[in-house]
């Protein structure tokens, strides 16, 4: 297995001829449960019962250096790295929408404390922390767990998003997140709902149908950070993450989830300007894609989307939802 760039896009793949099995495999007992036989390697573990664990066919290794080099003009490198399953509750049926809200907030505990130790190694360039769940989503556990990965690089979502938030606060002195949070709740068009210092919205320009975005009101660009200062913020996270699925869930059971956060600025890169800034001009945030039965154009045309719903209608089913 390998890392190799495409010079045009710059995004990074992974590819090999010795691809592990990842796909979902029947087991007469679940190996993420606490009481397993076959449990993967510990990393990290809460009172609570969330737990850090190894992934069982991890693509990112920790051992060694990337040792990044040419191959003609292409870029190639080892997979050095991190690939962690995070455990969100010891109960098999504890997933996030079903889960109490002190649950909840020790698994983003859990997640914050995995970013902060990662980013110590100043090998690993971005942490990434995403959900994918239903079997149009590709889940790969039934145990309610999401994944971990930490890399040599910056995916190039978050690329974009570095630099578009850069150049903002270049010509406003502003954040563009922070800006976006203050329209939309003076124009509550888009608001799904707000807890604590926290709130969802659905994005004006959304990929797919009912996409749903929750920031925290306050600017932050590291969401470990948050986490780890101010540990009470969690349960009210935890409350609006829980009550966004339950509302997404009345639409989809398949979903993917993706925490933003910001790269690795403990060890700053001495070539890439945005890292000069990104206290400033980025803000953490949480990104939910729901997947819709009907195969949205969305999923096969990625560099310009189709929605064929808007926001401002999507919003009014999801707000009528009925949760718990």
Request: glycine fraction near 4%; charge should be neutral.
């Amino acid at each position: 297995m390998e890392l190799r760039k495409d010079p045009i896009t710059r995004s990074w793949v992974i590819t090999g001829d010795d691809v592990p099995d990842i796909a979902p495999r029947p087991e007469s007992s679940c190996r993420l449960c606490p009481d397993s036989a076959h449990a993967p390697q510990l990393v990290a573990t809460l009172s609570g019962g969330q737990r850090a664990v190894v992934h069982p066919t991890a693509l990112y290794h920790i051992e060694g250096e990337a040792s990044r080099r040419a191959d003609g003009i292409y870029d190639r490198m080892r997979p050095v790295g991190a690939h962690e399953v995070l455990i969100e509750n010891p109960r098999h049926d504890g997933h996030l929408w079903n889960a109490s809200d002190a649950e909840i907030g020790q698994f983003l505990l859990l997640a914050a404390q995995r970013i902060q130790d990662l980013k110590r190694d100043g090998r690993f360039k971005y942490v990434s922390i995403y959900k994918d769940h239903g079997s149009s989503a590709g889940q790969e556990f039934e145990h309610p767990s999401s994944q971990l990965t930490a890399t040599t690089f910056v995916p190039r979502r978050v690329l974009y998003e570095l630099r578009a938030s850069r150049e903002y606060f270049t010509q406003k002195e502003r954040c563009v997140f922070c800006d976006i949070v203050s329209q939309e709740t003076k124009q509550e068009v888009r608001v799904l709902e707000s807890r604590g210092d926290f709130i969802a919205l659905l994005p004006y320009a959304p990929r797919v149908p009912y996409e749903t975005w929750i920031l925290p009101r306050t600017h932050e660009a590291a969401f470990e950070r948050m986490g780890l200062n101010r540990p009470h913020m969690l349960t009210d996270l935890g409350a609006l993450l829980r009550r966004t699925l339950q509302r997404i869930r009345t639409i989809t059971e398949s979903f993917h989830l993706v925490l933003h956060t910001s790269p690795n600025s403990l060890h700053r890169s001495g070539s890439m300007g945005y890292w000069k800034t990104i206290d400033e001009d980025y803000h953490w945030h949480i990104e939910i894609m729901p997947i819709l039965a009907a195969k949205s154009k969305s999923y096969t045309f990625k560099e310009v989307y189709y929605s064929p719903l808007t926001s401002e209608t999507a919003i009014k089913r999801l707000r009528d939802a009925r949760i718990e």
